[in-house]
DNA sequence: GGTTCTCTGCCGC
DNA sequence: GCGGCAGAGAACC
């Protein structure tokens, strides 16, 4: 799910400006190659400045971004559906088999022939670690941390881990993995310190832009649902946001507890009210 | 490494 | 609400 946008079956959207980034969306899955923004303009008769401007304010992700996970959506497909990469690079509608490659890391999150395999290859470790919040699960792969889960039973969690990496190999941490954990574990603690580690986090271009601006928001502090939606350019996907802070993979890690409510309540936690309460009255007294 | 395209902040109508 | 510019940055060749 790359935005929320209408579908055909629909009603046809009042607004004729929704329509027309509607059409543009629709251009961009159509065309075998990403149309030009000025063609995307002219199409929906606006000023290439101002259809920018109207699409990110509808979709949360600028027309680029859209054709890029667009793009990437196709080569997924063209690649599950057992197809050579080299067609799948065609079919795509990639310039080079060099940008294709290029891209596929941050696309797929390994090279073609991996994804094209099953992902197999994809190894995580994890291991879990006590803390004053109960249990917490960390999963690393070799690019960086890639999930961080709370919760109070170990099993659930592994279950859950399990739920969302089903193609990935899991494999127990060792004695150095336990540094890792120990990590995050101080980061729960104190959550002022932040995580220096690397993330592997994927997502949406636009749970990315989200998540950026999540870790913006300095401890202690919080900001609401409109606020963020507003700092990535995107004031009316208030309700995005708040998928995308729920959709957070790293908890903690992506301080998605600093997003409450614009009338003052705390808003949802993936992991638990009272943990959320916890975080935020532990950063408020430092 | 230069050029073209994209993106955003700002202003004017 | 819309157009337009400037300037920075990314993408492309």
Redesign the pocket.
């Given at each position: 799910m790359i935005v929320s946008a209408p579908h055909r079956s629909d009603a046809p959207p009042r607004d004729?400006?929704l329509a027309a980034v509607e059409r543009a969306c629709r251009l961009i899955e159509h065309a075998d190659e990403?149309p030009?923004?000025?063609a995307l303009a002219a199409a929906a008769?606006?000023?290439?400045?101002?259809?920018?401007?109207?699409f990110?304010g509808a979709t949360g992700v600028?027309?680029?971004?859209y054709a890029a996970a667009h793009r990437a959506r196709r080569a997924r497909a063209a690649l599950e559906n057992g197809r050579s990469v080299t067609d799948a690079i065609y079919e795509a509608g990639f310039?080079?088999s060099g940008?294709f490659y290029e891209a596929s890391d941050r696309m797929l999150g390994m090279t073609p022939t991996q994804y094209r395999a099953g992902g197999a290859a994809t190894e995580i470790r994890f291991a879990l670690g006590p803390c004053s919040l109960g249990l917490a699960l960390v999963g690393q792969t070799t690019r960086g941390v890639c999930t961080i889960l709370l919760g109070d039973s170990a099993a659930a969690l592994r279950a859950e881990l399990a739920r969302r990496f089903p193609r990935a190999r899991l494999v127990a941490g060792d004695r150095a993995f336990e540094a890792v954990v120990a990590r995050v574990v101080a980061c729960v603690e104190t959550p002022t310190l932040g995580l220096d580690l690397p993330l592997d986090v994927r997502g949406t271009a636009f749970q990315h832009r989200v998540w950026r601006a999540l870790r913006d928001i300095p401890a202690g502090t919080t900001a609401t649902y409109g606020e963020i939606a507003r700092r990535i350019?995107a004031p009316r996907a208030v309700r995005a946001v708040a998928g995308a802070c729920a959709a957070n993979p790293v908890a903690v890690a992506i301080p998605c507890h600093r997003v409450v409510r614009e009338d003052g309540g705390l808003g949802g936690y993936r992991w638990g009210l009272p943990r959320k309460r916890a975080l935020l009255s532990r950063e408020s007294h430092k």
């Open positions: 004729p400006r990403a030009s923004l000025a008769g606006l000023s290439t400045w101002h259809f920018h401007r109207v990110k600028t027309p680029k971004e310039a080079s940008r350019g």
